[in-house]
């Protein structure tokens, strides 16, 4: 495709978080495949560890690291650059979709997806942002199309993911005259574990019901998006990727 220049992603270095399955997982491999040295970080050391035996030797280094915690936050980021030595591309992938009705939500399923869908993608970016600038590099938030509509059972998860557009927005307009590029990539839905996490039983029931009436995306599809971005040249900013699959008319 015109314009994009895989041959520059050779010996850049990327961390991407949420990398132990889905997006993450696809994006780490997809990175990797492209010369990308991929820190991966998440909170279940054996699918890591498969991650890495399947890229080959020295080309994903993985952790185990709870980014809705400062100290994790800054953990992932120094394990990356003290593995590397530098970070050109930060990927906030890790978050949690625990969909179910405003009326008698649980409270702790807010407090989750607060907590590691915009505190942790936040603390992270702060953590990143001076190795970032310096390297003039590419912060890549994983939103969703929730991020943009919002719709009934999903009041917590959007207000999760309205912030992180927000927020990405703001950093945008602070960190492009750094030469720091920022992209939102806001997927519709994705065939990936996160609908088996709900905890709300008629609203899991009913997502999984969706997931099968139609040809979902892939995670690789979203790792997709995520290459082309960071692929771009210099002077070439993709602020803003949406992508749903063919068959969701709605949202």
């Not at 996490?197 to 040809?215: K, V």
Request: charged share 20%; proline share 4%; net charge neutral.
């Amino acid at each position: 495709m015109a314009g994009m220049s895989l041959d520059s992603l050779k010996g850049r270095v990327a961390l991407v978080t949420g990398a132990s399955s889905g997006i993450g997982e696809a994006t780490a491999r997809l990175l990797s495949a492209h010369g990308v040295r991929v820190a991966a970080v998440a909170r279940r050391l054996e699918r890591l560890e498969a991650l890495a035996r399947a890229a080959g030797p020295g080309r994903v280094a993985v952790a185990v690291a709870d980014v809705a915690e400062e100290q994790g936050a800054r953990a992932a980021v120094a394990f990356a650059v003290r593995e590397y030595g530098r970070l050109d591309i930060l990927v906030n992938n890790a978050g949690v979709m625990l969909l179910g009705p405003i009326e008698g939500a649980d409270a702790e399923d807010w407090r989750r997806m607060v907590g590691l869908n915009l505190l942790g993608l936040m603390f992270v970016t702060r953590e990143a942002l001076p190795h970032l600038v310096a390297a003039q590099g590419d912060v890549v938030n994983v939103s969703s199309v929730a991020g943009r509509v919002a719709r009934k059972g999903a009041g917590g998860y959007n207000a999760t993911k309205w912030g992180v557009c927000a927020f990405s927005e703001s950093l945008r307009q602070e960190m492009s005259p750094k030469g720091v590029r920022v992209t939102v990539v806001e997927p519709g839905l994705v065939a990936t574990e996160l609908a088996d996490h709900i905890t709300h039983a008629e609203t899991r029931r009913a997502t999984q019901e969706w997931i099968g009436s139609l040809r979902p995306l892939r995670a690789e599809d979203v790792a997709a998006a995520v290459l082309y971005a960071v692929s771009q040249p210099p002077h070439v900013s993709v602020n803003e990727i949406l992508l749903r699959p063919t068959d969701q008319a709605y949202p």
